[in-house]
C-alpha cells in the first residue's frame, strides 16, 4: 500500500488565491521530504527539500516567498503555492525517504490548475 | 558534474515485445541506482534497486542491471503490457539515507495491441 500520501490531488484555483498542498509520511517518519513540479512530458524538477526543525532548502531558480514549505512534523510536510499564476499550473510531487533502507517514497502527485 | 542520461528519449513496441531502456551515469559519489515506473498522473513507483556490488535485479518482468565500472544501467522489459506504457526514470543516489538524488530525464514507453 501507498507509504506517502497527498493531498488533495486536484486542485482547482483562480490567480492570486494560495492553495496548501500536504505530503504525509503513512508508516514511518521523514525528517527529510522532497517537493517536485512537473511539467507535461517532462521530467520532474526538485524544487525544495524540506527539513523537520528548520528551514526548507530551495533549489536554484525557485523562489521561497512563493513556495513556502513547513515541515510541521515527522511525518508531514505542506507547500503552500501564494498568489497563484496560471504558469504555476502543473503535477506537484512529494517524496520521503524511509529511514534504514534508503529507499525513497513518492506520493501520487497534486494537479494544480490556476485559471 | 553530477548526471544521468537517459536513452532512448521515447519508444513504441507492440505488446508481447521485449525492449531494454538505457541510464549511464557520471555521479559520484554513488550509493545506488533506482528504476522507477510512473504512469501518467501519478507518482513514481520504485521497480528496483541496485547497490554498486549488484549486478542485476528482477522484479517480475523487470530486469536492471548495473556495470559500476562503465557506469551503466539497463532496464529489461520481457513480454511487454499494454499497462507498461508510462515513463521510466532511473535515479541515482550519493549517499545511503538516501536524501541526494540524481534524476535522469526518463524514457517514455508506448506499448500498442
Known amino acids: 500500500g501507498a507509504v506517502v500520501s497527498q493531498h488533495p490531488s486536484r486542485v482547482i484555483c483562480k490567480s492570486g488565491t494560495s492553495v496548501k498542498i500536504e505530503c504525509r509520511s503513512l508508516?514511518?517518519?521523514?525528517?527529510?521530504m522532497f517537493w517536485y513540479r512537473q511539467f507535461p512530458k517532462q521530467s520532474l524538477m526538485l524544487m525544495a527539500t524540506s527539513n523537520e526543525g528548520s528551514k526548507a532548502t530551495y533549489e536554484q531558480g525557485v523562489e521561497k516567498d512563493k513556495f513556502l514549505i513547513n515541515h510541521a512534523s515527522l511525518t508531514l510536510s505542506t507547500l503552500t503555492v501564494t498568489s497563484a499564476h496560471p504558469e504555476d499550473s502543473s503535477f506537484y510531487i512529494c517524496?520521503?525517504?524511509?529511514?534504514?533502507?534508503?529507499?525513497?517514497?513518492f506520493g501520487p502527485g497534486t494537479r494544480l490548475t490556476v485559471t | 558534474k553530477n548526471q544521468v542520461e537517459q536513452s532512448p528519449q521515447s519508444l513504441i513496441i507492440l505488446e508481447g515485445k521485449n525492449c531494454t531502456l538505457q541510464?549511464?551515469?557520471?555521479?559520484?559519489?554513488?550509493?545506488?541506482l533506482r528504476w522507477y515506473k510512473q504512469d501518467t498522473g501519478r507518482g513514481p513507483v520504485s521497480l528496483t534497486i541496485m547497490t554498486f556490488s549488484e549486478n542485476t535485479k528482477s522484479n517480475g518482468r523487470y530486469t536492471a542491471t548495473l556495470d559500476a565500472d562503465t557506469k551503466q544501467s539497463s532496464l529489461h522489459i520481457t513480454a511487454s503490457q499494454l499497462s507498461d506504457s508510462a515513463s521510466y526514470i532511473c535515479?541515482?543516489?550519493?549517499?545511503?539515507?538516501?536524501?541526494?538524488?540524481?534524476f535522469g530525464k526518463g524514457t517514455t514507453l508506448s506499448v500498442s495491441s
Open positions: 508508516d514511518f517518519q521523514a525528517t527529510t
Open positions: 517524496s520521503a525517504p524511509k529511514p534504514g533502507l534508503g529507499e525513497q517514497y
Open positions: 541510464c549511464n551515469y557520471t555521479v559520484s559519489p554513488f550509493s545506488n
Open positions: 535515479v541515482v543516489t550519493l549517499n545511503q539515507a538516501g536524501t541526494a538524488l540524481i
